[in-house]
């Protein structure tokens, strides 16, 4: 595939279990994925890349705050990019988290995360400027990686 039709995706995941989780699903809408266990991490691998088509972070990453993450700058080199931000926290500060993005929280199924790929996606294609958030949540869990 060449450069410029390859569609690429991060995963900011300190968890790795559920970052290949999340990574598969996004892999089955055909993106090629990197894992990052930090936004620093998950920063160096987009400037890797000409552009990032899909960013899902877990907010905050091991160890860092949402102030100054990655989710802000990424949106500056890739306005239609899709957002999933991914919290355990129901009273996490979204202070740095783009309006257009998808939450989700922790602990999500499967099928959840499709369907917020879904929508990140749509939000994207339809409306890409429009400042909406979506707020998912769940009270079933399924193991990420089934069901989609």
Not at 117 to 146: F, K, N, Q, Y
Request: hydrophobic content about 45%; overall charge negative; some cysteine.
């Amino acid at each position: 595939m060449a450069e410029s039709s390859t569609r690429y995706a991060v995963v900011i995941e300190s968890h790795h279990t559920l970052a290949e989780g999340i990574a598969e699903c996004l892999r089955q809408r055909g993106y090629v994925v990197g894992i990052a266990g930090t936004h620093a991490a998950g920063a160096a691998w987009a400037a890797s890349r000409s552009k990032v088509d899909f960013l899902v972070a877990s907010v905050p990453a091991a160890g860092e705050s949402t102030d100054g993450a990655y989710l802000a700058d990424a949106r500056t080199g890739n306005p239609a990019i899709g957002f999933i931000v991914v919290t355990s926290d129901n009273d996490e500060r979204m202070a740095n988290v783009p309006r257009h993005a998808v939450i989700i929280r922790k602990p999500f199924s499967a099928l959840e995360l499709a369907d917020a790929i879904d929508r990140a996606t749509t939000m994207v294609e339809l409306a890409p400027m429009a400042g909406i958030t979506l707020v998912i949540s769940s009270r079933e869990t399924l193991p990420v990686g089934t069901d989609h």
